[in-house]
């Protein structure tokens, strides 16, 4: 393996590392599609035509009959032996194709140029692989569980890690999983070689790469080192929010940085999502609710659901009628675009919110709860939007949309785009929602008034433009 780094334009080279399958020709077109189903776990490089011995587009000169060092050979589907070479299956060989494959060892300088250690190399050992409980996209005959490199990186080199091997594609490219192996392992004792597929139709003869034993082939590949992705950056600073609100409101301590990121991710991987609004501000008014929170959480729930979350809003028994007033006259108005969301009868003390733990700032009061983060916002309905839109962010976000598939090759289509952006907050569809909540008798929360005002501030013009600078933001 040949490398070198060069630091002024911040790219390096390597020679691209390449693992080996070769099967009968009538496998081969659904093995080609099984590899085009599961792009990152099975980075097709080249497929040689039926009898061909070399690889004309990776390399010059070569004989995949002798280039790798080691050889598996299978009959009947079952690992009959190793050998150094393929000449005596010479006959055989007229019938098959040969898959050239990316391989993990192909990221191991992007890694080292990035500053995070290649244990395996550092030891002088093979790197650990398992079998996943995640099956790998059916294409044919061809099945099988998803088989990982799993390699121990230090906590505060995680980002680089994920940063510096996504632009490597045809190397499996980042992670598929970062944490606790034993959510994503199925059988964490053993140690599959080789390329992990079994066909329904068993193959008499089959050969590939033994697990450690690649071809290098001519061909260079270059990669950017990439900076930290400007899709964090965007999740979790949204200053904006940070308005001169939060000091009169005396919450300014109580902002904790990255909260929202954190949120944003721990709802994008979950699959159902519970969200509960409503405080009686006003117990001397028929209904006490105010207008902060329910905006805010619709706008979270159709975004939610877009993203093809299980969403359901819960609510207390004594305002469940007029809540499900408000949503079928939000869903005529097209306020929200939100499919059928559920409310369940609740009481009022809910998801562990202690109602009488209150921490007064000044003249406001601020619930607190056990929660694994905290989205500090000026106003609720605001921390709403901020989620909506972070979700949208976060999920055009290549690496957590390839992390959160399981790196299997799925790709966002146009109409998943369109759709989400449909959900973001605008300024018409809120100001609707502001005057369905007004028709049914819901008062601003500071002052009581019956109008389209949230804790004393108005929809025109404080409201209208922080949601207006969230969505420029959004779609920058």
């Not at 992670?175 to 053993?190: F, K, L, R, W």
């Not at 869903?331 to 499919?339: C, D, E, H, L, R």
Request: net charge neutral; hydrophobic share 40%.
């Amino acid at each position: 393996i040949g490398s070198k780094f060069s630091i002024s334009f911040r790219t390096f080279f390597t020679y691209q590392i390449a693992n080996v399958v070769i099967l009968h020709k009538d496998l081969a077109d659904d093995f080609e599609a099984f590899c085009r189903a599961n792009s990152s776990p099975l980075p097709l490089l080249y497929r040689s035509k039926c009898g061909e011995w070399s690889c004309g587009p990776l390399a010059t000169g070569s004989d995949i009959r002798e280039d790798c060092p080691e050889y598996c050979v299978f009959e009947n589907g079952v690992l009959m032996k190793k050998v150094a070479s393929l000449s005596s299956y010479t006959p055989q060989l007229q019938d098959m194709v040969t898959f050239y494959l990316g391989c993990s060892f192909g990221f191991e300088s992007a890694l080292k140029a990035a500053g995070v250690p290649v244990r395996n190399v550092e030891q002088g050992k093979n790197v650990s692989m398992y079998k996943t409980s995640v099956a790998c996209i059916r294409a044919g005959q061809f099945h099988c569980p998803m088989v990982v490199s799993m390699r121990p990186v230090p906590e505060d080199k995680l980002d680089n890690a994920a940063q510096s091997t996504h632009g490597i594609p045809l190397a499996h490219g980042g992670p598929v999983h970062i944490g606790d192996p034993s959510i994503y392992m199925c059988n964490a004792t053993s140690t599959p070689l080789g390329v992990s597929v079994r066909p329904r139709q068993r193959s008499h003869f089959c050969f590939s790469s033994c697990a450690i034993e690649c071809t290098i082939v001519d061909m260079f590949k270059q990669n950017a080192i990439i900076a930290p992705s400007s899709e964090n950056k965007r999740l979790s600073s949204a200053g904006f929010l940070q308005s001169p609100l939060l000091s009169s409101r005396g919450i300014r301590a109580l902002f904790l940085q990255d909260e929202l990121l954190k949120a944003c991710l721990s709802l994008s991987h979950s699959s159902s999502v519970l969200i509960t609004t409503g405080f009686p501000t006003h117990y001397m008014h028929n209904p006490p609710e105010e207008t902060d929170g329910p905006p805010g959480a619709i706008a979270m729930a159709a975004m939610l659901q877009a993203l093809r979350k299980e969403v359901v809003i819960v609510t207390d028994g004594r305002a469940l009628e007029m809540n499900q007033h408000i949503m079928r006259d939000a869903i005529k108005k097209g306020a929200s675009i939100i499919a059928d969301l559920v409310f369940l009868r609740y009481s009022l003390v809910v998801l562990g919110v202690d109602l009488s733990c209150l921490v007064r700032t000044g003249s406001y009061c601020t619930m607190f709860s056990e929660c694994v983060c905290v989205c500090v916002c000026v106003l609720s309905n605001w921390g709403g939007y901020a989620v909506a839109c972070a979700l949208y962010v976060l999920n055009l976000c290549p690496i957590h949309w390839r992390y959160l598939h399981s790196g299997l090759g799925l790709s966002l289509t146009p109409d998943q785009q369109s759709l989400w952006m449909a959900c973001l907050p605008t300024v018409a569809k809120e100001e609707e929602m502001l005057h369905i909540l007004v028709k049914y008798g819901v008062r601003s929360g500071k002052t009581a008034n019956l109008g389209l005002e949230v804790d004393g501030l108005t929809f025109h013009p404080y409201h209208s433009d922080v949601i207006q600078r969230l969505r420029n933001l959004t779609l920058a």
